[in-house]
């Protein structure tokens, strides 16, 4: 049996209920986690990439979710809305090396998904790298980190 990380809420964005992500918000409740479902995975939600992924990258900054899930077709519009909350570090990850590295060397703090391209199983496997990587604490990755928030402010 697999053992899971602790408990978190996780925010969740789709813009549509194909390709893995209904099964996303099964996987992430099958592990234990409490799931907020926004866009296409919410009754009540306008469901276009950038309103749902920014919805959910909020949820995180806003302290209401710990992290955030985002996805749409090919990923790469809803980790560019959520990248334009101020504090979300959104990493689009097409496999689990990626996923690993996004939390070690980014502490990323949003995975954003394809639903065309991401297969269950790689669904299976990026999810397990990323809820049991941790950020690194070597200086120069915390270094970089930091800077972030330089660039960010100096727009």
Not at 49 to 75: F, H, K, L, N, P
Not at 108 to 128: G, M
């Amino acid at each position: 049996m697999r053992h899971y990380p602790e408990c978190m809420r996780i925010s969740v964005a789709a813009d549509e209920r194909v390709g893995v992500a209904s099964e996303l918000i099964e996987e992430l409740t099958r592990r234990g986690h409490e799931t907020l479902p926004h866009g296409a995975l919410s009754e009540t939600e306008r469901d276009d990439w950038a309103w749902a992924s920014e919805a959910a990258a909020r949820d995180v900054i806003q302290g209401r979710a710990d992290q955030a899930i985002v996805c749409c077709w090919t990923g790469t519009g809803a980790s560019i809305a959520a990248n334009k909350v101020s504090g979300v570090r959104a990493a689009l990850c097409a496999d689990a090396e990626t996923a690993k590295g996004a939390r070690r060397w980014n502490d990323a703090n949003v995975l954003a998904l394809s639903l065309r391209s991401t297969s269950a199983a790689e669904l299976q496997e990026i999810l397990d790298a990323w809820f049991a990587t941790a950020p690194s604490p070597a200086p120069d990755d915390q270094a970089n980190i930091a800077h972030l928030s330089t660039i960010e402010q100096a727009g």
